[in-house]
């Protein structure tokens, strides 16, 4: 008497894993989206040449004008030519946009970071990542680590300098609110209090009218400086990074863009295969030969 009841049982178990069959086959797979990964609303899409840029079909990068060497070379971004015309095609290849599919923007410094909607996909243009600037746009990871420099007019007493004591006894001088200042201050330590301005340009100035011995400004900046603007200058050496996160360069991006984890990605596979090591050896080679100033 007691196998009717169990048949019973079966068949409405039976019953019920067919009906609960038939809804999974018809309602949506969180797994199935899962692995559609960014395709789906879970999040955007980083499927090569099909992201959600300015213009379907290509990626359009931003820098400032005019476009100095060694970041480019004969201010023309579009040549491939320079670390950072290098660099940006080979982000650019990495989210599967081929030379032909690159556009190029020109867009001021400051107001590549500036907060509203930006016209480009990404902006290179030795831009630091800071806590400040992420306020009002996104920054992809670091592509370039930034070091510190002493720049001094060639053949004057600082020009001699090879250590972080040769300095110690220089009028050093640096733009206020900088890491260049805290180098000074903490690394350095001269016995003479430095000289601090409220712009690079009053650096400059002060330094090519003999006001201070020396400057310090980031090693990117010293490049420019003394190879377009004070040409009578050159780079003494460099500061070694001290502890804890460096400073970096990073592609800016739009407040909350969905391209953002997607050219992350580019950067972070472009750093790890050693491509931008590679990039880097070409074009700056200056700047890592330069002496550190130990």
Do not use: H
């Not at 190029?104 to 930006?118: D, H, I, M, T």
């Not at 040769?166 to 016995?191: F, M, N």
């Not at 739009?254 to 090591?277: F, I, M, N, W």
Request: hydrophobic share 40%; proline share 5%; charged share 25%.
């Amino acid at each position: 008497m007691s196998l009717a009841p169990r048949v019973l049982r079966r068949l409405l178990a039976g019953a019920t894993v067919a009906v609960l069959s038939t809804a999974v086959g018809c309602a949506p797979q969180p797994e199935a989206d899962a692995s559609a990964g960014s395709s789906s609303s879970a999040g955007p899409s980083c499927t090569p040449g099909e992201l959600a840029t300015k213009t379907p079909g290509k990626v359009t990068i931003a820098t400032d004008q005019p476009a100095y060497e060694p970041w480019f070379k004969d201010d023309d971004p579009s040549n491939g030519e320079g670390f950072e015309s290098a660099v940006a095609y080979a982000v650019a290849e990495k989210l599967g946009y081929g030379e032909e599919a690159v556009a190029w923007q020109s867009v001021p410094f400051n107001k590549a970071f500036a907060p509203g909607e930006k016209t480009f996909d990404f902006d290179i243009n030795q831009v630091s990542v800071s806590d400040e600037r992420r306020k009002a746009v996104d920054f992809s990871s670091g592509y370039y680590d930034v070091r510190q420099a002493v720049v001094a007019l060639k053949d004057s007493r600082a020009s001699k300098a090879t250590g972080v004591v040769d300095l110690k006894g220089l009028r050093l001088g640096a733009q206020v609110g900088t890491t260049s200042l805290d180098y000074i201050e903490d690394v350095v330590r001269p016995t003479r209090e430095a000289a601090v301005y409220g712009k690079n340009d009053q650096a400059k100035s002060a330094l090519r009218n003999g006001q201070v011995d020396a400057i310090v400004v980031d090693l990117p900046t010293a490049f420019y400086m003394t190879g377009a603007e004070v040409t009578e200058a050159e780079i003494v050496g460099q500061f070694e990074n001290r502890g804890g996160v460096p400073e970096q360069f990073g592609l800016v991006l739009d407040k909350g863009s969905a391209l953002t984890p997607c050219v992350t990605d580019a950067v972070d596979a472009l750093r790890e295969d050693g491509t931008l090591a590679r990039i880097e050896q070409r074009w700056l080679s200056d700047a890592v030969d330069a002496p550190v100033l130990t």
